[in-house]
């Protein structure tokens, strides 16, 4: 029997251009699900490929307003972070319920101040990503524009 672990792994990295100038030192998630289905629904299980086709979420759980948030990565550059998530069905960018990410950048000229700019969770289109279980998402972002915000709650 194959299992599926219930969370996805995400990466969150930044690019060439934005490593440059910026290290990622917090994640931060908003509208997230807190809990998960231990078992995907056997209508959203692909057998032939052994992953879902979609999220199954458990009955009666609504996203909570948050925020998940991973702090103190341990990475030297502050260039990359490893995070989990349950499944989240992202509902679209213009939704109240969309699942919402802020990083918390410092400039490498000045390591010590945090300043976090919000983050869409978008394919390489621009269109809202489904977290699915016992995926693996990269998220890369290639340039940071402004100056940020003082706490995540202003990113938003």
């Not at 069905?89 to 101040?113: E, R, T």
């Not at 289109?125 to 940020?148: A, K, W």
Request: aromatic residues 8%; proline residues 6%; charged residues 15%.
């Amino acid at each position: 029997v194959q299992m599926l672990r219930s969370v996805a792994t995400v990466r969150v990295e930044l690019g060439t251009l934005a490593q440059s100038t910026h290290l990622l030192k917090e994640v931060h998630f908003f509208i997230y699900m807190p809990s998960a289905q231990i078992a995907p629904d056997p209508g959203k299980y692909n057998h032939n490929t052994g992953k879902v086709n979609n999220v199954s979420l458990p009955d009666g759980v609504s996203p909570v307003a948050g925020p998940l948030s991973y702090t103190g990565f341990a990475s030297t550059s502050g260039s990359f972070g490893e995070i989990y998530l349950a499944e989240c069905k992202n509902q679209g960018v213009a939704d109240a319920n969309q699942l919402k990410m802020v990083l918390g950048l410092s400039k490498v000229s000045d390591p010590d101040v945090i300043r976090y700019y919000h983050a869409p969770i978008t394919d390489n289109e621009g269109n809202s990503l489904d977290i699915r279980r016992n995926s693996h998402y990269t998220l890369t972002f290639s340039r940071v524009i402004g100056d940020g915000m003082a706490t995540p709650q202003d990113a938003l």
